[in-house]
């Protein structure tokens, strides 16, 4: 098989962007998310998700504090205007404003050697920020060893410099990464550490109470979670939201594919999240207990082991 060539620049249309800013912007988001904006340097980013009063992951954020008193948070368009007006019914007499900024930003996806090309450090673990120029940065978790960043620069600067990359292999980068982006087929579906979101920084148990904190604290602390997610690859197409059933029980589904992208060889690739009982059961499959079927594959980060 002909090795795949991830390395580019891509525009990520798909990606939109919420602006909070005042005073206490950082203050109300450290109240609102499953991460730490309060103590949040410019030079950092971090991943995020807004959850239910039940825990369930509403939205998922990559944010950034470029400013003591603004906070930027991408996330996916189709979730946006539910997001932003679920956030604004708290904002009450806090000192500040959120606004759709999605115009005011390019947001681009840089790989490989695109990176370097751009002034950006090939090897900066996952949340690193970095300035370059007018733009902010965001180091990525890579997709099989391939390096990616986020590039979020000011509406009409020139893109950064690169080879055209196709945006439906960024998409199965985005897959092969194993982060999963909340998207409207699984709002409400999950608590984040179902998204291995504790694993790779998307929760911090340190902080102050948010919507869903007592649920998701339990998971941790309990023992209680009983779900996870897992990459896998398939022959058929696959898509966010399919029911996921395993071969011990044809009736009731085991869990939910969360995100999907075409591989560039063929097939695709997504991530499920499913009982954990499932794995040993095997014979996972998507849609119905004949649809396509699932072979799971290691992920790129190890997962916690203290639930």
């Known amino acids: ?54 825990g369930r992951v509403i939205a998922s954020f990559i944010g950034i504090k470029p400013q003591p008193d603004r906070v930027l948070l991408v996330l996916g368009r189709d979730i946006l205007p539910a997001t932003l007006k679920r956030l604004s019914m708290y904002v009450l007499r806090a000192k500040l404003k959120l606004s759709d900024a999605t115009e005011e930003f390019a947001l681009h996806g840089l790989a490989g050697t695109a990176l370097a090309a751009n002034g950006v450090d090939a090897g900066a673990a996952p949340g ?42 960024w998409s199965w980068s985005e897959v092969r990464s194993g982060i999963v982006t909340v998207s409207t087929p699984i709002v409400e579906a999950f608590v984040p550490q179902m998204l291995n979101y504790e694993s790779v920084g998307g929760v911090n148990f ?29 022959e058929a197409p696959v898509e966010a939201g399919q029911e996921v059933f395993a071969a011990n029980d044809a009736e009731q589904p085991v869990g939910l594919v969360a995100q999907a992208a075409p591989a560039p060889g063929g097939g695709w690739a997504a991530l499920v999240s499913i009982q954990i009982a499932a794995l040993d059961a095997g014979g996972l499959h998507a849609g119905s207990a004949g649809g396509a079927a699932l072979k799971v594959e290691p992920l790129p980060y190890p997962l916690l082991q203290d639930i």
């Open 1 to 54: 098989m002909t090795p795949v060539v991830l390395n580019g620049v891509t525009a990520l249309s798909h990606l939109g962007v919420i602006r909070a800013e005042g005073p206490e912007a950082a203050n109300f988001l450290n109240g609102q998310l499953t991460q730490d904006f309060a103590l949040l340097g410019p030079a950092e980013a971090r991943l995020a998700a807004l959850c239910t009063a039940k």
């Open 206 to 234: 340190k902080k102050g109470c948010y919507p869903g904190q007592e649920v998701v604290a339990r998971s941790q602390f309990r023992g209680t979670l009983k779900r996870r997610t897992y990459l896998v690859q398939s």
């Open 128 to 169: 690193r920020c970095s300035t370059v120029g007018e733009a902010h940065v965001v180091s990525l978790h890579p997709a099989d060893g391939v390096p990616r960043a986020l590039h979020i620069a000011p509406a009409g600067t020139p893109p950064p410099e690169g080879p055209a990359l196709d945006a439906s292999l």
